[in-house]
T-cell receptor, first 113, second 112 residues
Framework: DAGVTQSPTHLIKTRGQQVTLRCSPKSGHDTVSWYQQALGQGPQFIFQYYEEEERQRGNFPDRFSGHQFPNYSSELNVNALLLGDSALYLC????????????FGEGSWLTVV | AQSVTQLDSQVPVFEEAPVELRCNYSSSVSVYLFWYVQYPNQGLQLLLKYLSGSTLVKGINGFEAEFNKSQTSFHLRKPSVHISDTAEYFCAVRAAGNKLTFGGGTRVLVKP
């Protein structure tokens, strides 16, 4: 049973460019969340998708957007990249019920130069 | 809103010695509590979770944590650490929905 898978694992972008990160949730999971983890810090919640709609959003600008597909996979898009967007982006999946375990992928390392 | 404070940013410890990582949280509603571990260049792995019931929770790799509601704490302990326990440890809380709020992390360095 594959866990949460993310792609790409590493990428380098230039300031002002746009990036798309992808996530496939663990089998049977219907809820996907994205987190940003800057170097030396804890992960920060970006947003959560369920039934193809954004359900919760953290304190991130509109440059950060997402999408969930009918097969529950998800994309994170970041427009107009800034140097400060350099971070590890983690995808997490779970079933909808509050007590269920949230599983994380290995992350996508984004470097903005 | 919830917040999590991990009181130690770094904890050096000798192999086979005990370790305690401290976590305090703030929330106006009931929360679920979690500890995750992150090995170098990897994602997060769940160590243990507290949902309800017994305040002493046992997790993987010999770790355990105790929930103290009056002190709003959820400290993580291991009686004897191994070199392989060198990693970053994150305490997290979850209230409504599936959103996790993390602390800043505690880096554990196990020395031989």
């Amino acid at each position: 049973d594959a866990g949460v898978t993310q792609s790409p694992t590493h990428l380098i972008k230039t300031r002002g460019q746009q990036v798309t990160l992808r996530c496939s949730p663990k089998s049977g999971h219907d809820t996907v969340s994205w987190y940003q983890q800057a170097l030396g810090q804890g992960p920060q919640f970006i947003f959560q998708y369920y039934e193809e709609e954004e359900r919760q959003r953290g304190n991130f600008p509109d440059r950060f957007s997402g999408h969930q597909f009918p097969n529950y996979s998800s994309e994170l898009n970041v427009n107009a990249l800034l140097l400060g967007d350099s971070a590890l982006y983690l995808c997490a999946s779970s079933r909808r019920r509050p007590g269920n375990t949230i599983y994380f992928g290995e992350g996508s390392w984004l470097t903005v130069v | 809103a919830q917040s999590v404070t991990q009181l130690d940013s770094q904890v050096p410890v000798f192999e086979e010695a005990p370790v305690e990582l401290r976590c305090n949280y703030s929330s106006s509603v009931s929360v679920y509590l979690f500890w995750y571990v992150q090995y170098p260049n990897q994602g997060l792995q769940l160590l243990l979770k507290y949902l309800s019931g017994s305040t002493l929770v046992k997790g993987i790799n010999g770790f355990e944590a105790e929930f103290n509601k009056s002190q709003t704490s959820f400290h993580l302990r291991k009686p004897s650490v191994h070199i392989s326990d060198t990693a970053e440890y994150f305490c997290a809380v979850r209230a409504a929905g599936n959103k996790l709020t993390f602390g800043g992390g505690t880096r554990v360095l196990v020395k031989p």
